[in-house]
């Protein structure tokens, strides 16, 4: 065996020309994912696969501390990358050893790991901090919720920033273990399942697990004083409810409606396929606000859902979003017609089993409640802006655009397509144009021109009667210019359209 000598001057020479270029090609990763509408919303340059969070929340001062541990595969060379945070940090580790890290905007949070992170290799990051997510505020606002006894994240777009640090976008899904410790006789809901829960010295840990990818808006903490009812379905899923125990006269109507959960779930499952996760169940918490949010596996609701009376209606809208919404998301935040067109019109074809009106009545009622003049018509629901992202023509006139296509199609194709979009696109990301696709291929229809008008030109679209009775199975043979009658569910449905008021 021969050894090559290398002169020194040689190998200073190789490493010259190695070196330079490794780093030279590890650039920064970028701010923002690539939101057209929240173009700080995300980060570029990695990919997160995993939220290990351990936290500690002391209700009495609204003090939460935590340490993050994120498993990240970088998709370029890394010298920097950024994470969406508003807490203050007081230590990060990128693979172990301690990295820089520096602040900017309204939530970046810039590491520079001590080596550059290589194109194609996990990385764990871990992140220490502490802080009261109540007084972090973006434009004078904040997405965590006091309670008399806690506090809640639940939003939408963004709530994770009030509590771990993350890619903050719906491209970037991950599995979680949150585990939460809180002073005994609190207690912590998150998603998934309550894997165990344990006492030590006055504290409660309680630890969950959400095992399929979850976008980091539809990862929700709730801290506060529960009564906690639990079940299996038939198939053997567990089903977990909360109920703040400071609900007052909503507390009657807030069970009546969440815990048909189960029922619910049933039922979409025969118009949507299979149920996507691994648990089930809803939370009310004693929060002021008026909105509900599909928070995966667990929506959470305001009981103002329920100063009414019971309404089953918002929970059908909650848990269709874990097909829509929650397993297929939007690509951008302006693909949110993929998610709420579909959560409104669930709510009709429940009306239309209850027999509290036809969605074909509902599509009626609306289209006939709004004059053309109304501005509600100049609302885009294919790309409604960001100022409107949340407007009721994305889900009203989004629902009746559903509607147009199953008169187009027939009722055969139509469920087709309902039910094989959520398998076709599970735990993935898609665009309104996907959908379009979708929808042409499965009936054979070109159907731009139909979603062009319903979906992106401002005005209101002619809407026709369904098909003639000759065409497809189960299209009625005539449908009334100017319904008779307000169905019977839709004060309920309209009473969920606050939904995600901010
Ligand atoms: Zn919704």
Same mark, same amino acid.
């Not at 020194?8 to 090609?25: H, M, N, R, Y």
């Not at 340490?67 to 595969?73: F, I, N, R, W």
């Not at 010298?79 to 508003?86: A, P």
């Given at each position: 065996?021969?050894?090559?000598?290398?002169?020194?001057?040689?190998?200073?020479?190789?490493?010259?020309?190695?070196?330079?270029?490794?780093?030279?090609?590890?650039?920064?990763?970028?701010?923002?994912?690539?939101?057209?509408?929240?173009?700080?919303?995300?980060?570029?340059?990695?990919?997160?696969?995993?939220?290990?969070?351990?936290?500690?929340?002391?209700?009495?001062?609204?003090?939460?501390?935590?340490?993050?541990?994120?498993?990240?595969?970088?998709?370029?060379?890394?010298?920097?990358?950024?994470?969406?945070?508003?807490?203050?940090?007081?230590?990060?580790?990128?693979?172990?050893?301690?990295?820089?890290?520096?602040?900017?905007?309204?939530?970046?949070?810039?590491?520079?790991?001590?080596?550059?992170?290589?194109?194609?290799?996990?990385?764990?990051?871990?992140?220490?901090?502490?802080?009261?997510?109540?007084?972090?505020?973006?434009?004078?606002?904040?997405?965590?919720?006091?309670?008399?006894?806690?506090?809640?994240?639940?939003?939408?777009?963004?709530?994770?920033?009030?509590?771990?640090?993350?890619?903050?976008?719906?491209?970037?899904?991950?599995?979680?273990?949150?585990?939460?410790?809180?002073?005994?006789?609190?207690? /912590?809901?998150?998603?998934? $399942? *309550?894997?165990?829960? =344990?006492?030590? !010295? @006055?504290?409660?840990?309680?630890?969950? %697990?959400?095992?399929?990818?979850?976008?980091?808006?539809?990862?929700?903490?709730?801290?506060?004083?529960?009564?906690?009812?639990?079940?299996?379905? /038939?198939?053997?899923?567990? $089903? *977990?409810?909360?109920? =703040?125990?400071? !609900? @007052?006269?909503?507390?009657?109507?807030? %069970?009546a409606s969440v815990e048909r959960t189960t029922e619910v779930a049933e039922w979409l499952?025969?118009?949507?396929?299979?149920?996507?996760?691994?648990?089930?169940?809803?939370?009310?918490?004693?929060?002021?606000?008026?909105?509900? !949010?599909?928070?995966?596996?667990?929506?959470?609701?305001?009981?103002?859902?329920?100063?009414?009376?019971?309404?089953?209606?918002?929970?059908?809208?909650?848990?269709?979003?874990?097909?829509?919404?929650?397993?297929?998301?939007?690509?951008?935040?302006?693909?949110?017609?993929?998610?709420?067109?579909?959560?409104r019109y669930s709510q009709w074809l429940w009306s239309e089993k209850e027999g509290e009106?036809?969605?074909?009545?509902?599509?009626d009622w609306t289209y006939a409640s709004r004059p053309a003049e109304d501005p509600f018509?100049?609302?885009?629901?294919?790309?409604?802006?960001?100022?409107?992202?949340?407007?009721?023509?994305?889900?009203?006139?989004?629902?009746?655009?559903?509607?147009?296509?199953?008169?187009?199609?027939?009722?055969?194709?139509?469920?087709?397509?309902?039910?094989?979009?959520?398998?076709?696109?599970?735990?993935?990301?898609?665009?309104?144009?996907?959908?379009?696709?979708?929808?042409?291929?499965?009936?054979?229809?070109?159907?731009?021109?139909?979603?062009?008008?319903?979906?992106?030109?401002?005005?209101?679209?002619?809407?026709?009667?369904?098909?003639?009775?000759?065409?497809?199975?189960?299209?009625?043979?005539?449908?009334?210019?100017?319904?008779?009658?307000?169905?019977?569910?839709?004060?309920?449905?309209?009473?969920?359209?606050?939904?995600?008021?901010?």
């Amino acid at each position: 065996m021969r050894r090559k000598v290398i002169a020194p001057s040689v190998l200073a020479a190789s490493l010259l020309l190695v070196i330079p270029a490794s780093a030279a090609s590890a650039g920064p990763g970028a701010p923002g994912i690539g939101d057209s509408y929240y173009p700080a919303s995300g980060n570029g340059g990695y990919d997160v696969s995993h939220y290990d969070l351990r936290l500690q929340y002391q209700p009495k001062t609204d003090l939460l501390e935590g340490t993050a541990t994120l498993l990240a595969t970088a998709k370029q060379d890394l010298s920097r990358f950024n994470l969406d945070f508003g807490l203050k940090v007081s230590e990060i580790r990128v693979n172990g050893v301690k990295a820089k890290f520096a602040t900017s905007g309204t939530q970046e949070l810039e590491v520079t790991p001590a080596q550059p992170l290589q194109k194609g290799k996990e990385a764990s990051v871990v992140v220490k901090y502490s802080g009261k997510p109540s007084e972090y505020k973006v434009d004078g606002w904040s997405a965590w919720q006091r309670t008399p006894d806690g506090g809640i994240a639940a939003q939408e777009p963004d709530s994770a920033a009030w509590w771990f640090p993350s890619n903050d976008h719906p491209l970037d899904k991950a599995t979680f273990d949150v585990s939460v410790n809180v002073p005994d006789g609190t207690q /912590a809901i998150s998603n998934g $399942v *309550l894997q165990s829960q =344990s006492s030590r !010295l @006055g504290w409660t840990r309680y630890n969950w %697990r959400s095992n399929k990818p979850q976008a980091t808006y539809l990862a929700t903490l709730a801290v506060g004083k529960f009564d906690i009812t639990t079940d299996k379905t /038939a198939s053997g899923l567990p $089903v *977990l409810n909360a109920y =703040s125990k400071d !609900l @007052g006269d909503n507390a009657g109507a807030a %069970r009546a409606s969440v815990e048909r959960t189960t029922e619910v779930a049933e039922w979409l499952e025969g118009v949507f396929g299979p149920y996507p996760f691994n648990a089930l169940g809803g939370y009310v918490p004693n929060v002021p606000s008026g909105f509900a !949010l599909e928070t995966q596996t667990r929506p959470f609701y305001s009981p103002r859902q329920f100063a009414n009376g019971a309404n089953v209606s918002v929970v059908v809208h909650e848990l269709a979003h874990q097909w829509y919404g929650d397993s297929v998301s939007v690509d951008n935040w302006k693909d949110i017609w993929v998610n709420e067109g579909f959560a409104r019109y669930s709510q009709w074809l429940w009306s239309e089993k209850e027999g509290e009106g036809t969605a074909q009545e509902l599509a009626d009622w609306t289209y006939a409640s709004r004059p053309a003049e109304d501005p509600f018509w100049q609302v885009k629901p294919g790309d409604p802006g960001a100022e409107n992202q949340f407007h009721g023509a994305v889900y009203d006139r989004g629902a009746i655009a559903i509607q147009a296509l199953r008169n187009e199609i027939g009722d055969e194709k139509f469920f087709k397509i309902l039910k094989g979009w959520p398998t076709e696109r599970a735990y993935g990301n898609a665009k309104v144009g996907d959908f379009v696709r979708y929808a042409e291929k499965i009936s054979g229809k070109p159907l731009a021109q139909l979603f062009d008008t319903w979906l992106y030109t401002p005005g209101k679209p002619a809407f026709a009667p369904p098909a003639t009775a000759a065409k497809g199975a189960g299209a009625r043979s005539q449908a009334p210019a100017k319904p008779a009658a307000e169905p019977k569910s839709w004060k309920k449905i309209a009473a969920t359209n606050n939904l995600h008021e901010h």
